[in-house]
């Protein structure tokens, strides 16, 4: 069966990023939100975002609260922060694992398909 599972990299200190808050919405004609979870001292979910009956084919979006991670660090954003809400919309077509990473600064991000 498919999951999807996701982590966060602070690119800024090189290490996992502790404490991101992260939702998951299921698109459609109106977005649902799936979950909410904190990453942690791993800088990854508790368990799969999506999984058994749940993972179905869809768009999706992940939205990853960075600036309030790094406000909770003492990082200058800026008023407003440059990069406060992350968002990643992807979408689910065959029944897999998905891997939604985040790479993260304050600054810039990057995101792939994993394994």
């Known amino acids: 069966m498919g999951a999807l599972t996701t982590h966060v990299l602070d690119t800024m200190a ?3 990023a502790a404490g991101v808050l992260v939702d998951l919405y299921r698109l459609g004609d109106e977005a649902e939100r799936v979950s909410s979870v904190l990453t942690n001292d791993d800088g990854r ?6 999984d058994g009956e749940d993972f179905s084919p869809g768009e999706y979006e992940l939205v990853f609260h960075a600036g309030d991670y790094f406000r909770d660090r003492d990082v200058d954003l800026g008023d407003p922060a ?4 992350v968002v990643i919309r992807f979408g689910i077509s065959d029944d897999s694992h998905y891997h939604v990473p985040l790479l993260i600064s304050p600054f810039g991000y990057s995101t792939y398909r994993g394994s």
């Open 45 to 50: 979910c508790p368990g799969p975002l999506l």
């Open 14 to 16: 090189g290490k996992p």
């Open 82 to 85: 440059f990069l406060d809400h």
